[in-house]
């Protein structure tokens, strides 16, 4: 039951950031389109994998199914290489906060905004690099490498949020417009609520929630640490 709570979780977030209102909303609000990011790379990535979607996916395969899979993710095989180097941890690493920041970035934002596909590849280029990067900490992938020790994962999860906390506060202290686009549709339909208002709930949401995200996994992982040291722990000697 909990995988497939997790699983419908991660279904609920991705409809969420495709489909309207929320797609819709996005044209129009800088806010809208950080809670694109937050619902991708925050949420679905990370209930995808704790939803075991692999092994529980394989035991469902016809025996013959299973063997062809295994021989595509062989170590021989030229696919079994290429996913093996796409995985590594550090390639994982780099390329999700690249990802993260320049989902951020002004050229990026004012191109991709004017055309809804390239809005959408972006999305889905953003999902399948998340998926790379919380498949090391989930760990309930398919076992291409052995699991990283608890210190590196620590600093594995540290090391992103810094540049995302980086970026939200960047943006939530901004005093001037960041993104053409979006300033050009704030003059379109004027209101209360201004372009730098918009860009300091964008940049508070990317903070907060990233940090709540990311903390709290640094927490699981510690807490995970201590208990495998006190079940690896010698037993006292009797009196």
Not at 111 to 131: D, E, K, P, V
Not at 144 to 170: C, D, H, I, K, S
Not at 212 to 230: D, G, W
């Amino acid at each position: 039951p909990k995988r497939l709570a997790a699983l419908g979780l991660s279904t609920l977030f991705i409809v969420v950031a495709f489909f309207p209102p929320l797609d819709l909303f996005s044209r129009h609000l800088l806010f809208a389109r950080a809670l694109q990011k937050v619902t991708l790379a925050f949420g679905a990535a990370p209930f995808f994998w704790l939803a075991a979607p692999f092994h529980l996916g394989s035991m469902g395969l016809p025996l013959a199914g299973r063997q062809r899979l295994t021989r595509w993710l062989s170590v021989d095989g030229w696919s079994g290489q290429i996913v093996r180097f796409i995985t590594q941890p550090a390639v994982a690493w780099l390329t999700f906060v690249a990802a993260l920041i320049l989902w951020h970035e002004a050229v990026v934002v004012d191109w991709t905004m004017q055309h809804r596909g390239l809005h959408g590849l972006l999305m889905l280029l953003l999902l399948g690099i998340a998926l790379l990067y919380w498949g090391h900490l989930v760990g309930t992938g398919p076992r291409l490498r052995r699991q990283l020790p608890g210190w590196v994962l620590f600093v594995y999860v540290v090391g992103v949020e810094v540049p995302n906390m980086a970026t939200g506060m960047t943006i939530a202290y901004a005093g001037t417009p960041f993104y053409t686009y979006y300033a050009a549709m704030h003059a379109l339909s004027p209101s209360n609520f201004g372009v730098i208002e918009d860009q300091m709930m964008s940049g508070g949401l990317i903070w907060f929630t990233g940090s709540f995200v990311f903390f709290s996994s640094a927490v699981l992982i510690v807490n995970r640490l201590f208990h495998h040291h006190e079940g690896h722990a010698p037993r006292p000697l009797p009196d």
